[in-house]
């Protein structure tokens, strides 16, 4: 079965510099997650979008930023990168505005920023 | 969101049944308890969810007694594979909502 697709799954990048994450959701889910987790932590909610449109927003830095596209993939936007900032990104899918139970996580990208 | 408090870390042996409780006192009445396992350096990963009394899928039961005060994760005759750490959630959800991990358990199997 299809999954979650990240891209990339590895990014290193200097202090001040900007990212951009990138998350494809599974086939026909319309609503993406995204989470960090930092080293040793848990992950931490970050934002969501439901039909293009943010839905919920959790511990997103203002540097941050996110959108979600008329094919349901969704961007998430490092700006001003900090050492803090070094950390698996996680998305996550599901169809409609599902329950808890109905989150489907990808690999991750793990970025680094030196 | 109601707040949950886990063990920290858990040993078991391979063959053995774990049983992870996660104490919620402050639970809302329309509150669901969901458990996510989450390997190293991968997403996490939903096992099971419940409301009130026991709920039973291929991979673990979920008990929750009357007050619903707590709930326990168990998992049967664990193996190796089964080394990960178990987050335990507990709210409405729905809505698009993010998930609300607190700290996790360690589950450590030893062979």
């Known amino acids: 079965a299809a999954g979650v697709i990240q891209s990339p799954r590895h990014l290193i990048k200097e202090k001040r510099e900007t990212a951009t994450l990138k998350c494809y959701p599974i086939?026909?889910?319309?609503?993406v997650y995204w989470y960090q987790q930092g080293p040793g932590q848990d992950p931490q909610f970050l934002i969501s979008?439901?039909?293009?449109?943010?839905?919920d927003k959790g511990s997103i830095p203002d540097r941050f930023s996110a959108q979600q596209f008329s094919d349901y993939h969704s961007e998430l936007n490092m700006s001003s990168l900090e050492l803090g900032d070094s950390a698996l990104y996680f998305c996550?899918?599901?169809?409609?505005?599902?329950?808890?139970?109905?989150?489907?996580f990808g690999p991750g990208t793990r970025l680094t920023v030196l | 969101l109601a707040k949950t408090t886990q063990p920290v870390s858990m040993d078991s042996y391979e063959g053995q049944e774990v049983n992870i409780t996660c104490s919620h006192n402050?639970?809302?009445?329309?509150?669901?308890i969901t458990w996510y396992q989450q390997f190293p350096s991968q997403g996490p990963r939903f096992i099971i969810q419940?409301?009130?009394t026991k709920v039973t899928n291929e991979v673990a039961s979920l008990f929750i007694p009357a007050d619903r005060k707590s709930s326990t994760l168990s998992l049967p005759r664990v193996s190796l594979s089964d080394t990960a750490v178990y987050y335990c959630?507990?709210?409405?959800?729905?809505?698009?909502?993010?998930?609300?991990f607190g700290k996790g358990t360690h589950l450590i199997i030893q062979p």
């Open positions: 979008f439901y039909e293009k449109m943010q839905s």
């Open positions: 419940g409301y009130k």
């Open positions: 959630l507990v709210g409405l959800g729905g809505g698009a909502d993010g998930l609300t």
């Open positions: 402050n639970i809302a009445t329309n509150d669901y």
């Open positions: 996550a899918s599901s169809l409609g505005r599902g329950s808890w139970d109905t989150q489907y």
């Open positions: 086939p026909r889910h319309d609503t």
